[in-house]
T-cell receptor, first 115, second 111 residues
Framework: GAVVSQHPSWVICKSGTSVKIECRSL??????MFWYRQFPKQSLMLMAT?????????EQGVEKDKFLINHASLTLSTLTVTSAHPEDSSFYIC???????????FGPGTRLTVT | EDKVVQSPLSLVVHEGDTVTLNCSYE??????LLWYKQEKKAPTFLFML????IEKKSGRLSSILDKKELFSILNITATQTGDSAVYLC???????????FGQGTELSVKP
């Protein structure tokens, strides 16, 4: 099946700094990618829909100026958490929609810890 | 507001038992319902259901959808310790691919 990678797999940063997470579709092109956040013992919450070449669509309650999304190519979307705070510590998961099959493939996730 | 609710939230069984996990949903539009298994990392796909009454089966796992009553069940027979995971149900409301997830059911299978 199709493979989606994320980098880094885990990151620890200090409060106030910014962190960039990459999501890549390795063997297919994805015009649409999704970013989810998962807090401990909770389910996945959709943060935003990332479309190649256009602005991301954010879900209600997600600050677009804090979570910057760039989908500059058909295989790469990035999520930048700006001015991170401890409450941003979470598991961030991306998924990519494969155009031909319209199936969604998840990346392995990035665990962010803000100290 | 679109909503997906799973029950139970957690379940402890012994190896060999059969379990049934429930997922009910309320969405404005419905395209498909998906089941995922999550073990520490990102979810892995199990089933996608679009039509009522047609059982999907993969080994010891099976699932069925009832679009009239707006629910789905996931059955696992002859459970094994390797089945221990969080099982997530998600609904795709439209063709854009956006998924709405339920809270998940944490299954623990004891030897």
């Amino acid at each position: 099946g199709a493979v989606v990678s994320q980098h880094p797999s885990w990151v620890i940063c200090k409060s106030g700094t910014s962190v960039k997470i990459e999501c890549r579709s390795l063997d297919f092109q994805a015009t649409t990618m999704f970013w989810y956040r998962q807090f401990p013992k909770q389910s996945l919450m959709l943060m935003a829909t990332s479309n190649e070449g256009s602005k991301a669509t954010y879900e209600q309650g997600v600050e677009k100026d804090k979570f910057l999304i760039n989908h500059a190519s058909l295989t790469l979307s990035t999520l930048t958490v700006t001015s991170a705070h401890p409450e941003d510590s979470s598991f961030y998961i991306c998924s990519a929609l494969e155009g031909d099959s319209n199936e969604q493939y998840f990346g392995p996730g990035t665990r962010l810890t803000v100290t | 507001e679109d909503k997906v609710v799973q029950s139970p939230l957690s379940l402890v069984v012994h190896e060999g038992d059969t379990v049934t996990l429930n997922c009910s949903y309320e969405v404005t539009n419905f395209r498909s319902l998906l089941w995922y298994k999550q073990e520490k990392k990102a979810p892995t796909f199990l089933f996608m259901l679009t039509s009522s009454g047609i059982e999907k089966k993969s080994g010891r796992l099976s699932s069925i959808l009832d679009k009239k009553e707006l629910f789905s069940i996931l059955n696992i027979t002859a459970t094994q310790t390797g089945d221990s995971a969080v099982y997530l149900c998600a609904v795709e409301p439209n063709q854009g691919g956006k998924l709405i997830f339920g809270q998940g059911t944490e299954l623990s299978v004891k030897p």
